[in-house]
Nanobody, 124 residues
């Protein structure tokens, strides 16, 4: 399984940006898909996750209400729509796929496959 994240870039505060993650090698309809992010010197942190059916989602408190995760199982893709971006959202964003259960969707250890990351920079 390969995950390819894209859509990152340089934006200004309050702008919007949409990240996408395309999977290949296997259809991931039965996998939980997620986004994590990492800044230099900090641990990777959970952002959002969505179950295979798309019916259950999880969000980090820091982005709740601003970011929306969605998936298209037919296209084997997951997206992260980000609104009202803040400078503290600046990070490398990684998509991941795994077989997490509901209680572990925010844990890195729940994910077997990771993309290479896409950089989001938000200027003030």
């Amino acid at each position: 399984v390969q995950l390819q994240a894209s859509g990152g870039g340089l934006v200004q505060a309050e702008d919007s940006l949409r990240l996408t993650c395309a999977a290949s090698g296997r259809n991931l309809r039965n996998y939980v898909m997620s986004w994590f992010r990492q800044t230099p010197g900090k641990e990777r942190e959970f952002v959002a996750a969505i179950k295979g059916t798309g019916g259950e989602t999880r969000y980090a408190d820091s982005i709740k209400g601003r970011f929306t995760i969605s998936r298209d199982n037919a296209k084997n893709m997951v997206s992260l729509q980000m609104h009202s971006l803040k400078p503290e959202d600046t990070a490398v964003y990684y998509c991941a796929a795994g077989t997490a259960i509901s209680s572990s969707m925010s844990r890195q250890q729940s994910y077997n496959y990771w993309g290479q990351g896409t950089l989001v920079t938000v200027s003030s």
